[in-house]
C-alpha cells in the first residue's frame, strides 16, 4: 500500500485527493497547504488524513512513499527536488516546471534514485486521447497530415504563466503521447488584452518532423467554450470535440485521393473536375471508456512504482512539453518569428 | 438601364448572371466563355442574351456598360484593365488581381477615366456581417481586441493560387469592412499537402494598429465545414457562425472587468478571487435581413454607377486585402518569419 | 420522350418544373395556373414552353402524355380523373385526395386505363430514407420498436387542411416505405391557436402491427426549425435528422439485452445493477448520396411509364396514407379518442 | 440548526446527503438505508453521521427534526406518514406518492400538526425554471398556447412505475409551477419493449384550462438523451434545452400575427401573402445563475421549517402532480381515451 502526500490543495488539489483515495494500492496519508481554508476544506473532507501547512512536514513524513505536487508552476521544481531527495516518486502537475533546465535536472535526480517521476498529464489518460493513439497506430488514419487544436473559453486569467503554458499545454501533451511525433520549429503570435496580466490568446504553428504541421489555438478571453481538435491524415480525418457530452471522437473516412491529376490536368475547369477525385465517406463514432481520467492516471502512477516501469507521463514527456513550450513563448515575444528545435526526441 | 457583361461562366459566373438578372436597372446583354459546354449552360438559361466565346467581343460590344469578371485571379488584371480601356464600369471577383502592383494600375486607370471599380468582396453585402460592422460603429463590443476566424472545410483545391487567395480573402475582406482597422504587420504558417499543389492550410496572424490582433484559420483539407468568426472587444464578444442555418451573429455580454485586482492581489489564491471579476451576461442574437448577398451587391454596383459613388468595396479596399494576400503569402514561405505592412490605410 | 403538363405553378411547381426539364426521358410541354403572376413567372422562365391559363387546355393537348398536379389538396381529385380520364398518366401533389373515397376512386381509374399514377411523397426518394429502408431490411436495427417523429417550424399556415395533412402526410409516406407496418388504430390530440385558422399542432400516435408504435409531432407554430426522427430497434436504433446539413442518418448500437434480469432481480438496487446491461456501442454514420430527391423521382415517374411498372409511392401508397389521414383527423377531433384502422393493408 | 435525518442512501441520496451539509441552518445528523453497502459507503463518507439500518430508528431520534426520503415510490407513503406522526418535517422523492389518496392523507396528516411537507420537485429551482416562471408571470410570453416537451435517454429502466412516473414527473412539476394552468383532460399513448417492464416509451398531451396544451413525450430507451421544452405563447416563445451546457433558455421574438388575413383573404395565394405577417424577430438568451437546484431546494426547505412558510413544491403540488400521472396512465392504459381531470386546482 503506497502511501501519498498531496502538496496543494487549491484548484486541482481536491480532484487529486479524491482519485487517490478512490483508487487501489495506495492511501492518501498528508495533504499540505499553507492556507488556513485550503486545510480546514481538507480536514472536513478527509477526517483521517494528516493536513498540514509546511510541505516539508509531509516531505519528511516517513509514511510517505510518493509525493502528489499540485501547487503554481514555479515552485514544482523545488518541491520536486526536494521529495526526490528524500527518496519519494513524484508526480507533478503540469507543466513539469518552469524551464527545460529544471526538467532535466529532476530526471536526472529520479533516475539517479531509481524513483518514478511522473507529470500529471491528464488527457492522456481519457478514453478519447487513448482512442486517437491506438487510431494512429492502427494506421488508420495514415500518414499525418496535420492537428489542429481550438482550446478556449472565458477561463481562469493566471498570473505567474500566459495562456500557453495553461492551455497548449494539454495539446503538446497529447501530441506527445498520441503523434510521438517531433517538432524541429514553432512560430507563434499571440496578445495580452488585460491590462497587467499575460498573454490570453495565441496560435501557435510547430512543424512536425516527417512535413506534418500542428497548430494550436488558445485563449482565455472567448465567448464560448470549445475544446475541438482535427487530425487530418491521408487516409482519413479525425474531429475531437472534448466539448460534447458523448460522441468525442469522430472518424471521417474523407479526403482527397490525388491520382496526378493535379499536376497533368490541363483542362481549363479543372477545380471542378477534381471534384470527381473527394472521398466523401461515413463517419464513425466508436464508444469510449467512461472511466475518470485522473483516476485512471494515480492508478498508473502506483502501478509504475510497484512495477518500476516507466509511465507513459515520464519525466522525459513532461521535459519534451517545457522545451516546447519554452520555444513558443520565444516566438510569440518575437511576433512569429521561427525558432529551430533541435534533437527533441532520440526515438519515440 | 445598365447594360451588363459577364466574362467567365464557370462556378461563379452563373449566379453573378442570375442576380444581374433580377436586380433592378440593369440586364444582362452578354455572356463570354472560352468553355462550349460552359457557353451551352448559359444560352439555355438564358435564351435572349448573346453568348460569345472571346471576351474581347464582349468588350466591344456598345450594349455593355459594365463588366463583371468572374475568371480565375491570374487574368483580372487583363481584362479588367481591358474593360477600363474600353470605357466600361468593372465588377471583378475576388481577388481583385494576382499582385498589389496591378491592382493599383486598375484603381489608377478607373479614377483616370470615372469609371467605377468594383471588387466582389460578397461577405461585406450579407445580412450578418452588416450588422456586425453595425454593432462595431455604435460601440456595442468596445475597444476590438481580436477577430480570430474559422474557415474550413474539405474543399475545391486550386491549381493557381493557394489557401490563402482563396479563402482568408473572405475575412480580409471583412475585417476591412466591419472593423476598419490598419494591418501593421503579418506572421502566417501553412503547409501543402497534395504533392503538386499549393497550400491547402494556413494560419495567419495580423498585429493591427492599435494592440488588436486578427487570426485567421483556412483549410481545404477538413473533414468539417467550420465558418465561424470570434471578435473580442472589451464590452462585449460577437459569434459570427456562417454555417449555423438561422442564428447567424449572438452577441455575449461577456468578458473580464479588471478594477485593478490583476495587478494588485497578493494572495496565492487570486485566480480563484479573480474569478469574481468575470461577466457573463446575457446572450443576443439579432434577427438578419435573409435577401441574398450577391443580389443586394449587384444592385449596389448598379447604383453606384448611376450615382457615380464609391462601392462599399471598391478598388481602395480590393488593393488592400490584396497586399495584405501578398504579405500573408510571404510570411507563409518563410515559416512565419513576421512582414511588416506599412502606410496601408490613408483614412478608414 | 414523355410531354410532360405541370398544373399549378404556386410554390411547389417551380420545383417540379425544373426537375422534369433537367431529368431524363421527358421534356415540359405545358403549364397551367390560373394566376397571371404564376404565368408570367413561368414564362420569363420557361421560354418554349406552352403556359396556359386553363388547365383543360393542357389536359387536352395531344403533345402531353403525363400530368403533374401540384395545386391545393381539395382539387386534385377533379383535375387527377379528368386527366386520366384523357388517357394521361398523372403525378400528384401529396396529400393524394382529400379524402380516401377520391383516392380509390382514382386509383381504379388508373388500372382501368393501365395509366400511371403515382403521389409526389418527395422525402420516399431522397438519400436518407432510402438508406433508412435499406438498413431496416437488412435487419440492421433489429425488430422495429418505435418510429417518433418532430416536424417543427413557424410555417406557412393553410386554410384548406389543417397541419396533419400538410406535415404528418411526409411521415406517414416515409413509414409506410421504409417500415411496410400497418397501422391498427391512432390516437391523435392537437390543437388550433390561431383563430379562423385549422389546427396548427398535433400528436398522433398509431399503434402499429405487432407491437410497434409511430408518433408525429406536428406544428407550424414552433419558434424553431426541426426534422428528426428516431427509429428505435430491438438490435439499433437511427436518428434521422432533416436540418442536419449532411451527417443526417445515425446508426446507434445502443439498446436494452434483457437477459432475464428484469423479471428475476429481486435486489433492491437492481435498477442500478441493470445498468449492466445496457448497451453503448459505436455510432456509424452512412454517407448519402447527394442526388436531389425530386429529380430521382420525376425519373423515376418517367421509367415507369416507359416500363410500365408499379411506383415506389403508388395510388395505393397515397390512399394509405389519405387513410392514415382520414383517421388521425378523426381522434383529433376526439381529444386523443382511439381510431381503429382495419385491412388498410393486404401485402406490404 | 435543524437536524436532518436521511432514509433511502442509493442513487439519489449521496446527493441529498452533500447538499444538506452544504446548505446553512441545517446538519445532517443520521442516514438509514438497508443495504450493508450503501450503509458502507455513508460511512467512509460521513463519518461524523449516525448511519442506521432501521429507518424506524432514524425517524426516533430526537436530534432529527427533519426527515428526507429518497426510497422507492411504493412506501414513501410508509415513512413519510411515520415520520410525520412522529412530528418530523418532511421532504419527500419525487413522485410524492404511489397514488393521489396517499398524497392527500399526508398533506392531511401535516397541516393538522402544523409541519411542513415538501415534495423534491427539483427542477422548480433550477435557474432555468425560475426564468421561465418570471418570464411568464411577467408576460412575456403573453397568453400560452403549448408546452411540448422532449425527455428522452438510454435511462434506467424501473421495475415499480412506468416512465411516466418516472420522467413525465419532471415536466407535470415545471407545468404546475412555472405556468400554473389547471389540466381539465388527458390522453396518453405509450408502449413497453422489454418484457417484463412496464412502459418504457410514452406521449401524454393534458388539456389546459384555456385552451392550451401540454404535451409530453418520455422514452427510457432512446439512442440520445434530449430534454428540451417548448413553450409557445401569443407574444414570443421559449426553448428550454436542459442538455446545453450554458444556453439552456431561449426567448424568441417569434410568431405569427392575424391581422384578419386568414379569415377574410379571398385569393388563391394565400398561403404566400400570409408570409407577411410572420415574425421573426431577435433571439435573446438570458445568463442564468449556476447555483446548483438541490442545494437550494434545502436550503428553501430549512427556510421554510424556520419560518412555518409553504414550500414551492408544497404537498398540495405534489397531490396535483400524482393525481396527473394517475389520469395519464389510466388514459394510456386505454389507448388514448381521453380521461377527465376536474378541480384539480381551486385557485393556483
Known amino acids: 500500500m503506497i502511501g501519498i502526500g498531496i502538496i496543494g490543495y487549491g484548484y486541482w488539489g481536491p480532484n487529486l485527493a479524491r482519485c487517490a483515495t478512490e483508487a487501489g494500492g495506495c492511501r492518501v496519508v498528508s495533504i499540505a497547504d499553507q492556507s488556513p481554508a485550503a486545510r480546514a476544506r481538507a480536514s472536513v473532507r478527509y477526517g483521517s488524513v494528516d493536513v498540514v501547512e509546511d510541505w516539508k512536514t509531509l516531505v519528511a513524513d516517513p509514511r510517505v512513499d510518493a509525493v502528489i505536487i499540485a501547487t503554481p508552476t514555479r515552485i514544482h521544481f523545488d518541491l520536486a527536488l526536494a521529495a526526490l531527495k528524500a527518496g519519494k516518486h ?15 535536472i529532476l530526471i536526472e535526480e529520479a533516475e539517479k534514485r531509481g524513483l518514478i517521476l511522473m507529470v500529471d498529464h491528464t488527457f492522456v489518460y481519457t478514453g478519447a486521447v487513448q482512442k486517437i493513439k491506438e487510431l494512429v497506430v492502427a494506421g488508420v488514419i495514415g500518414d499525418c497530415y496535420y492537428y489542429d487544436s481550438t482550446r478556449i473559453n472565458l477561463g481562469l486569467f493566471q498570473r505567474d504563466v500566459n495562456v500557453i503554458w495553461d ?6 501533451a497529447i501530441l506527445d503521447f498520441a503523434l510521438g511525433i517531433s517538432p524541429i520549429a ?29 497548430h494550436l489555438n488558445v485563449n482565455w478571453l472567448a465567448p464560448v467554450k470549445i475544446r475541438r481538435t482535427l487530425i487530418g491524415g491521408s487516409r482519413r480525418m479525425i474531429v475531437y470535440d472534448d466539448v460534447e457530452p458523448s460522441e468525442k471522437v469522430k472518424v471521417y473516412d ?35 471508456p467512461v472511466k475518470e481520467a485522473l483516476l485512471s492516471e494515480i492508478e498508473h502512477f502506483v502501478e509504475c512504482i510497484g512495477q518500476r516501469m516507466s509511465p507513459l507521463t515520464s519525466g522525459a514527456s513532461g521535459l ?9 513563448s520565444q516566438s510569440l ?9 533541435t534533437g527533441m526526441r532520440q526515438a519515440s
Not at 479526403?255 to 490541363?266: A, I, P, Q, T
Open 186 to 214: 514553432v512560430s507563434a503570435t499571440g496578445a495580452g488584452h488585460i491590462k497587467g496580466s499575460p498573454e490570453n490568446m495565441a496560435h501557435i504553428t510547430f512543424y512536425l518532423d516527417g512535413g506534418a504541421t500542428a
Open 90 to 104: 513524484v508526480l507533478v502537475e503540469k507543466p513539469m516546471a518552469a524551464t527545460s533546465r529544471e526538467a532535466s
Open 333 to 341: 515575444r518575437q511576433r512569429g518569428h521561427p525558432v529551430e528545435l
Open 254 to 288: 474523407r479526403g482527397v485521393d490525388h491520382d496526378g491529376d493535379v499536376e497533368n490536368s490541363e483542362q481549363r475547369e479543372d477545380v471542378y473536375r477534381m471534384l470527381l477525385n473527394y472521398r466523401m465517406g461515413d463517419v464513425w463514432t466508436p464508444q469510449l
Open 167 to 172: 492551455l497548449a499545454v494539454h495539446d503538446l
Open 320 to 328: 519534451r512539453v517545457v522545451t516546447m513550450l519554452e520555444a513558443a
